[in-house]
């Protein structure tokens, strides 16, 4: 057996948009070419724009990057060798462009995942169950989520994306109630991944922090609320934000984080044991210091494939798998069955 990759990427293409119907076409996000010297994303010249926004297109990639018909998945079988080369079994692959995307008209919203999930399913579907995928959902209409979460779930994916703020709501909010038990149902884990919560910030550099620290907010208010006993079979994965935070927020949590006010809760010494909540660490973090409150169970691993940025590495779970400060047995576990267990693989 190979490895799993908790977290990879692919980038949109025109084919993408190709499943809105023709009273929808109005929604579709139009490629744009611009001299970089834009406020927004200062430097890149290649963007979707949608909504008001300019989002990365994928086209300004550096010349080591994975060819675009790998990172498009115009042909998957260039995304199975490159994984093959790695020693990758499954990889679970995420939308970049909704990473990003803040589109505030619901209907919009709905069309544009609707035909993005239609075409994630089409690209997958002929890797023999190597390339599994997450469902976006269009959480500003319950019900179409439903029906993606419906559709995907008999077309390969197994997961849903989320990031730290959606519709202008904490993850904890009762409106996503329905949502994640159609999930839990369903068999499908929650991905929360970095991502656009602010879009007057998010396309700045200096901004990439505030797609990072959502998660960890996220993590805690979904980890002190009942969203656990509520949904007791439901796995929850925390992407791309690293694993170092995990110290930090079981002392937050401690000290009374659920209410602002200070307190002295007791947390026993590995808080996430039997806890459904996965965390993607980095081949290149204190493991020793994060284990000791993670356990061995906990943790997954991703390349974060297609991108290029600071949680990327192609070769991030043989590079792990490296390292003499961690039990083998305990890497095997981060780089194969832990992701197994959080996509029931």
């Given at each position: 057996?190979?490895?799993?990759?908790?977290?990879?990427?692919?980038?949109?293409?025109?084919?993408?948009w190709s499943y809105l119907t023709s009273g929808e076409r109005r929604w579709k996000p139009v490629l744009q070419t611009t001299d970089g010297e834009q406020h927004e994303w200062r430097g890149l010249k290649h963007f979707w724009y949608v909504d008001g926004q300019l989002l990365p297109s994928g086209r300004d990639a550096a010349p080591d990057a994975p060819p675009e018909h790998d990172r498009t998945l115009a042909d998957p079988r260039a995304r199975i060798a490159a994984m093959d080369r790695h020693?990758?079994?499954t990889q679970v692959v995420i939308s970049t462009f909704f990473l990003g995307a803040d589109i505030r008209q619901a209907e919009a919203q709905v069309a544009l995942a609707r035909s993005c999930n239609r075409w994630l399913a089409d690209r997958c579907r002929a890797s023999n169950g190597r390339l599994r995928w997450s469902i976006v959902p269009p959480l500003r209409d319950?019900?179409?989520?439903?029906?993606?979460?419906?559709?995907?779930?008999?077309?390969?994916?197994v997961s849903i994306l989320v990031r730290g703020v959606e519709a202008g709501r904490l993850l904890t909010d009762p409106y996503f109630h329905p949502v994640y038990a159609e999930a839990e149902r369903q068999g499908l884990a929650v991905g929360v991944h970095?991502?656009?919560?602010?879009?007057?910030?998010?396309?700045q550099r200096a901004g990439i922090i505030f797609s990072v620290l959502p998660v960890v907010g996220a993590f805690i208010g979904l980890f002190v609320s009942?969203?656990?006993?509520?949904?007791?079979?439901?796995?929850?994965?925390?992407?791309?934000a690293g694993s170092e935070w995990l110290p930090f927020a079981f002392r937050e949590i401690s000290r009374g984080a659920d209410t602002g006010r200070r307190k002295h809760n007791v947390l026993g010494s590995m808080p996430l044991a039997g806890a459904r909540f996965f965390v993607a660490c980095t081949m290149d973090e204190d493991l020793p210091?994060?284990?000791?409150?993670?356990?061995a169970e906990n943790l997954v691993i991703g390349t974060d494939y297609g991108h290029q940025d600071l949680g990327?590495?192609?070769?991030?779970?043989?590079?792990?798998?490296?390292?003499?400060d961690v039990p083998r047995d305990v890497l095997s576990q981060i780089s194969d069955s832990n992701g197994r267990v959080l996509y029931r693989l």
């Open positions: 057996m190979g490895f799993i990759d908790a977290d990879a990427h692919v980038w949109e293409s025109e084919d993408t020693g990758i079994e319950i019900a179409a989520t439903i029906e993606e979460i419906h559709h995907g779930a008999k077309n390969g994916a970095i991502g656009n919560v602010d879009r007057a910030i998010h396309h009942d969203i656990r006993q509520r949904f007791p079979s439901l796995n929850f994965a925390f992407l791309e210091h994060v284990l000791r409150c993670s356990g990327t590495d192609a070769a991030a779970h043989a590079l792990l798998l490296a390292r003499r």
